[in-house]
């Protein structure tokens, strides 16, 4: 078995449920060197992208394609997500990075994000294969009901994708369907502490509602495809490239650079927000 692999029974629950919760992926010493780097690396804050939800409450993001030689570059290429990933996706195929996005939801501020399939938006990047894509969520605060965690519906990744359309500036799944599987499905909140993880598929049906506690929820969540699984309405490359791995230790150990040079997605009528579904 590789290093961080997952066990078999985790495999098993993943495909049933959707998704997996790994308690203390990331140490404390980990997420307390992430987290204040977020907070002060400056080209972060620079990039962040604002998104209304439909009560016009505002959700921060910063999103970038290439995961690099900064802090969360190591997060994302490490061996403790990738060998896992690996495991979940459907494909032996190496495994590429589509996208992060570190979220920021500020205190009383911090917008909801409607209920979506991932997949809901990267069928328009015309990804072919939803089994071979999936998120991972790692929590830098603690996430809760309070301050607008992640809710899942247990399962609904069986579903298929099923229609999106406008909600506010954000993309939203058929709010019919959505209700038909919350009558028969569960509705899971996913509270986490600082370091663990969410791995989730790109089929379930997501959704978080606004921070309105006066804590912060940050999270950086990095996006996975396998590299046999084309998308045809994609610019960006990362998603091609197989990741270059580093071990478990660099986020600790290694000189990380700031994320300066990243190439962070612009709001201003990028074509690749449009590729994201935000943007029509
Ligand atoms: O972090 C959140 O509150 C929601 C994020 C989300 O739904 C997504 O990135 O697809």
Request: glycine share 6%; proline share 4%; hydrophobic share 40%.
């Amino acid at each position: 078995m590789k290093t961080n692999a997952l066990t078999p029974e985790q495999i098993i629950q993943y495909n049933k449920d959707g998704y997996l919760i790994i308690k203390n992926l990331f140490s404390k010493a980990e997420v307390d060197k992430m987290y204040a780097i977020a907070m002060k690396d400056d080209s972060i804050a620079k990039n962040a992208l604002d998104l209304n939800d439909q009560t016009g409450k505002k959700t921060k993001l910063s999103l970038w394609f290439t995961p690099g030689n900064d802090i969360f570059g190591y997060l994302t290429r490490s061996e403790r997500i990738v060998n896992k990933i690996h495991q979940l996706l459907d494909s032996t195929a190496p495994i590429c990075h589509f996208h992060s996005k570190l979220m920021q939801k500020e205190p009383k501020v911090g917008g909801a994000w409607e209920w979506h399939q991932d997949y809901g938006y990267w069928y328009k990047n015309q990804f072919m294969f939803p089994d071979q894509l999936i998120s991972v969520m790692v929590a830098l605060t603690p996430a809760n009901k309070q301050n607008g965690c992640l809710q899942v519906i247990k399962g609904s990744h069986k579903l298929g994708r099923v229609n999106h359309g406008f909600a506010g500036e954000q993309v939203g799944a058929d709010i019919t369907m959505v209700n038909n599987a919350l009558k028969t499905m569960e509705l899971v909140y996913v509270e986490i502490e600082p370091g663990d993880a969410l791995l989730f598929h790109s089929n379930i049906l997501h959704r978080s509602e606004a921070n309105l506690s006066d804590k912060p929820r940050w999270s950086i969540i990095s996006c996975y495809n396998s590299q046999s699984n084309l998308a045809y309405n994609e610019t960006s490359t990362a998603w091609t490239q197989a990741i270059d791995v580093v071990p478990d230790e660099a986020i600790l150990e290694w000189e990380n650079e700031s994320l300066r040079a990243a190439d962070f997605l612009k709001k201003e009528h990028d074509p690749a927000l449009k590729e994201t579904g935000w943007e029509e």
